[in-house]
């Protein structure tokens, strides 16, 4: 099983920016679509973007669309989440998830959490001034 690991989340103010880092222990990330989720407390996980294997497919929430980046580092065996006009609407706790042989990176994936196959422990973003 993969197993992804976040960093990079903390706290700022509306307006900044902050980039996400999703990385693979001793997996390469390059075999698996992944895609980023936030939830906040008391609702479901939601889709934030996601990216196919050959970072030449992304996709974005609506209210991801213009503010944020997916990419890929292969080297580095990253996937990376550039996050920037941050919104206090943007807090919460971002997760990565690979997907299985049946994610593609198509919109309508990002809608349903559950069908993603592993997930990292998460990491905390606060937009607050």
């Known amino acids: 099983q993969v197993q992804l690991v976040e960093s990079g989340g903390g706290l700022v103010q509306p307006g900044g920016s902050l980039r996400l880092s999703c990385t693979a222990s001793?997996?390469?990330?390059?075999?698996?679509?992944i895609a980023w989720f936030r939830q906040v407390p008391g609702k479901e996980r939601e889709g934030v973007s996601c990216?196919?294997?050959?970072?030449?497919?992304?996709n974005y929430a609506d209210g991801a669309k213009g503010r944020f980046t997916i990419s890929r580092d292969k080297a580095e065996n990253t996937v990376y989440l550039q996050m920037n006009s941050l919104k206090p609407e943007d807090t919460g706790v971002y997760y990565c998830?690979?997907?299985?042989?049946?994610?593609?990176?198509?919109?309508?994936?990002?809608?349903?959490?559950?069908?993603?196959?592993?997930w990292g422990q998460g990491t905390q973003v606060t937009v607050s001034s």
């Open positions: 001793g997996f390469t990330l390059d075999y698996y679509v």
């Open positions: 990216v196919d294997e050959s970072g030449g497919r992304t």
């Open positions: 998830a690979a997907g299985t042989a049946r994610h593609w990176c198509y919109p309508e994936e990002l809608s349903y959490s559950a069908d993603w196959g592993s």
